[in-house]
């Protein structure tokens, strides 16, 4: 754990504990590292889990799958993030979404459990994770606001340009770089990735934007 402890340190969840006090918190709160190869699952559909999990080296992807097998991507979830918190802590019987690896990841796992009851020692940490998680899952529901703002749209041209003004924006520029690749794009926004590459062309065609990749440029 000692080799993560610059990747713990910006953890929002360890907000206002001292460096000195993470191992000691971790060892309280008994948390796990695992390595995870590339493209396995973390979490399945369908399973109930009492443990959320923080990436510490990597990316994992949270994914929903309908009954056909088309794929919605909800998040990206990157080095010093968490991710299956809001499902653990609710204790959700049944889990709505799956959670894959994207690269080879070591994930730290941690019960939800613990964070929230006081251990034997009564440690001070407590009550200071616990409003850090406050802090977390909020700004994450405004996200998932957001999304929803973005697939409510009625066509996929704006769809793309209402999620690009707003990478644009996070940036401070009008040059960005996105966190997917086309089919993941597709995929985040809910539409036919040829219908969207169709679109991203005419936007280009149109001097709307141009881009490279994952790299785009508003005009």
Do not use: W
């Amino acid at each position: 754990m000692k080799d993560y402890l610059d990747v713990l340190k910006t953890v929002r969840l360890f907000k206002g504990i001292e460096e000195s006090d993470l191992l000691s918190l971790l060892s309280c709160l008994t948390a796990k590292s695992v390595h995870y190869e590339k493209g396995q699952t973390v979490f399945s559909s369908g399973e109930s889990i009492e443990k959320f999990g923080i990436v510490l080296s990597g990316q994992v992807q949270v994914v929903q799958d309908d009954y056909y097998g088309n794929r919605s991507i909800l998040g990206k979830i990157d080095i010093g993030n968490l991710f299956g918190e809001s499902f653990a802590c609710a204790e959700i019987k049944t889990l709505p979404v799956s959670v894959i690896t994207t690269t080879e990841s070591d994930l730290l796992f941690i019960d939800c459990h613990r964070l929230a009851v006081p251990c034997a020692k009564a440690c001070g940490f407590h009550s200071r994770l616990i409003q850090n998680m406050l802090n977390i899952v909020s700004m994450k529901n405004i996200l998932l606001t957001q999304k929803i703002e973005f697939t409510s749209k009625r066509t996929t041209r704006e769809k793309l340009m209402a999620y690009l003004s707003v990478e644009a924006k996070k940036s401070g520029s009008s040059s960005f770089n996105i966190p997917f690749n086309r089919q993941e794009l597709a995929d985040y926004l809910s539409v036919e990735r040829s219908a969207m590459s169709a679109e991203l062309s005419k936007l280009r065609d149109d001097g709307v934007l141009s881009y490279h990749k994952n790299q785009f440029k508003l005009l």
